[in-house]
């Protein structure tokens, strides 16, 4: 059977993994390749479509193995590697125009000028806070995926 994936638009990253490597084996045997993922990439695991019977797909950082087995078929295999991974970037636009939203509870009718700036304090504080939810540093994350090939050519 044949495997695919479909990805979102705008799922990825901008710079997608490279993969470089030999991925001529014999049946038996492995062929190893190394996945350069963006600096900062965290949170990584490999998935390998359209794999060749008896063919097993593995990842350590970065190292990406092919391990065929005696009975794998001779032929030249494209596989379709899955990348998924979580890399630093801006938070979300949603916290960041959270205060723009709020904004009007600002100008609601008080008696004291003193409770809109009460108010106005607590909406920066609260805005700083959803903008570094979960954040190392103070710098949001999100998740990418990215798909490529590689070329296994068993002899």
Not at 36 to 54: E, F, T
Not at 97 to 116: G, I, M, Q, S, Y
Not at 122 to 135: D, H, P, R, S, T
């Amino acid at each position: 059977t044949w495997q695919f994936e479909v990805s979102p638009a705008g799922n990825g990253t901008g710079n997608p993994p490279t993969v470089t490597g030999n991925g001529s084996v014999t049946p038996g045997s492995s062929a190893m390749f190394t996945i350069s993922l963006p600096d900062g990439a965290k949170n990584i695991s490999v998935q390998c479509l359209d794999l060749p019977p008896g063919t097993t797909c593995s990842f350590a950082n970065p190292i990406l193995t092919i391990t065929t087995s005696t009975t794998t078929p001779p032929g030249t295999y494209e596989i379709v590697v899955v990348v998924t991974y979580t890399v630093p970037g801006g938070a979300s636009s949603a916290f960041i125009f959270l205060p723009l939203f709020l904004l009007p509870l600002v100008f609601a009718r008080r008696k004291w000028a003193r409770d809109r700036l009460i108010l106005l304090a607590f909406l920066g504080v609260l805005a700083l806070m959803l903008a570094n939810v979960g954040c190392a540093g103070g710098v949001a994350s999100h998740q990418a995926v990215s798909t490529t090939e590689v070329k296994l050519v068993v002899q």
